[in-house]
């Protein structure tokens, strides 16, 4: 709970609750061995940055921002070798920090 906290704290104007934050086991490992912060790319993903996305993916991120009936989903290239992908389920209740090959 303390992390959800600071990684909210971070965020001046969320556009969506991210619900409860939880991070797979190669982000927790990867954030431990200080390879990765995430705290910037979930303040932009929590903004409505999407990242790396096509644009159409983008444009399906902002309707399900406004009508709250799909997940949102965000790609952000951290590293030439390492990938973040952040998705928020549609119901706006779990919000996940994983890595591509977990998914």
Request: aromatic fraction near 8%; charge should be negative; charged fraction near 25%.
């Given at each position: 709970?303390?992390k959800?906290?600071?990684?909210?704290s971070?965020?001046?104007?969320?556009?969506?609750?991210?619900?409860?934050?939880?991070?797979?086991?190669?982000?927790?490992?990867?954030?431990?061995?200080?390879?990765?912060?995430?705290?910037?790319?979930l303040?932009?993903?929590?903004?409505?940055?999407?990242?790396?996305?096509?644009d159409?993916?983008?444009?399906?991120?902002?309707?399900?921002?406004?009508?709250?009936?799909?997940?949102?989903?965000?790609?952000?290239?951290?590293?030439?070798?390492?990938?973040?992908?952040?998705?928020?389920?549609?119901?706006?209740?779990?919000?996940?920090?994983?890595?591509?090959?977990?998914?």
């Amino acid at each position: 709970m303390a992390k959800e906290a600071v990684f909210i704290s971070l965020v001046p104007q969320p556009r969506f609750s991210p619900g409860q934050m939880i991070v797979t086991r190669g982000i927790s490992d990867l954030i431990q061995r200080g390879r990765l912060n995430p705290s910037a790319y979930l303040r932009r993903h929590l903004s409505g940055d999407w990242g790396d996305l096509s644009d159409e993916d983008r444009r399906q991120n902002d309707l399900a921002l406004a009508s709250g009936e799909d997940r949102l989903f965000s790609s952000y290239q951290v590293a030439p070798d390492l990938t973040l992908w952040i998705v928020t389920e549609w119901d706006r209740s779990v919000t996940t920090l994983l890595l591509p090959s977990e998914y």
